[in-house]
């Protein structure tokens, strides 16, 4: 094979299972995750679009995230199932460049909403009496719409930079990838030592961006938990945390799982690590969201059981 990424008209993906038994065992988890995924975050999207009740930022912003999650989760997993299903590793290299964009770009604006997400709860904790001011429906769907602007602008930007550099590399190191999916660190492996840093490059400036994030997000739930502390009444703090606590699980889970699997120490790397850890942070999220938010929302919950007794 030539040492050219020009070359190359397929990947390898990173196999599950030799044995038949424990492919169709492993089709059958990603099915079952997928369905939840779909199932779940349908039902969100559904009830919040439904219930007039529920038109309010965050529950748009929830909506924003649903459709997120959909995305991220049928960018990697149908293609997994298909290749556990017929015994087959093999991805095309334009699929894999589809695959490497669309889940870069998708990841990317759901930090970017997240971002979002974390001053609409600063706004209703710590400015309620101007929460409909700043956050009306005008507003929040200005907001909504930045979000998505954002992610064209910073995300969709990095997630051309991101492939056009991966893919402009020359590879040394064959056409099998060490990842269900394709993925970036695992691309730049199969690329010379030399080519390697002008992707790095772009890596840092990245870095950079979501750190501003994070940095964002701290400061805002800093100032949350001053502005709870300080009300008087538990009842009033519980309510007040209540609001808070599930975009502050999600964002922990994507957070979390996102960091250690690019940071993690390579004393402790192994493929099976990286499966474990790329199935935590690309395909759990997704799945576990939905339960998260409808789970502790309880004005959410009866929304989707009034829906529910409604359709049957």
């Known amino acids: 094979m030539s040492n050219s990424s020009s070359s190359i008209s397929q990947f390898l993906l990173l196999a599950f299972a030799d044995t038949r038994e424990l492919q169709v065992l492993h089709f059958c988890l990603f099915l079952g995750t997928y369905l939840a995924a779909l199932l779940g975050n349908g039902l969100i999207i559904i009830t919040i679009a439904c219930d007039h009740r529920l038109h309010t930022p965050m529950y748009f912003f929830l909506l924003n995230l649903s459709l997120l999650d959909l995305g991220c989760i049928s960018t990697t997993v149908p293609k997994a199932m298909a290749n556990s299903l017929w015994d087959t590793r093999a991805i095309s290299y334009t699929g894999c460049v589809a695959q490497l964009f669309l889940f870069t770009f998708l990841f990317s604006t759901e930090y970017c909403l997240l971002t979002v997400m974390a001053y609409d709860r600063y706004v209703a904790i710590c400015h309620p009496l101007h929460y409909g001011t700043l956050l009306g429906s005008r507003a929040c769907v200005h907001m909504a719409a930045a979000a998505w602007a954002t992610a064209w602008a910073s995300g969709f930007l990095c997630a051309v930079l991101h492939t056009a550099n991966t893919f402009s590399l020359p590879l040394c190191h064959g056409n099998a990838v060490d990842q269900f999916f394709c993925e970036i660190p695992q691309i730049l492996k199969l690329s010379c030592s030399d080519a390697y840093l002008r992707e790095s490059g772009v890596l840092v400036v990245s870095a950079c961006l979501t750190f501003g994030c994070f940095v964002f997000i701290v400061v805002s739930y800093v100032e949350i938990f001053r502005a709870v502390l300080r009300i008087p009444s538990q009842q009033g703090r519980h309510k007040a945390f209540s609001t808070c606590l599930p ?16 940071l993690k120490p390579p004393s402790i790397s192994s493929l099976f690590l990286a499966l474990v850890v790329s199935f935590l942070y690309s395909v759990f999220p997704p799945a576990v969201n939905p339960l998260i938010y409808s789970m502790t929302n309880q004005e959410l919950k009866d929304a989707m059981w009034t829906l529910l007794n409604g359709c049957f």
């Open 247 to 262: 975009h502050l699980a999600v964002l922990s889970l994507f957070v979390s799982t996102g960091v250690f699997a690019h």
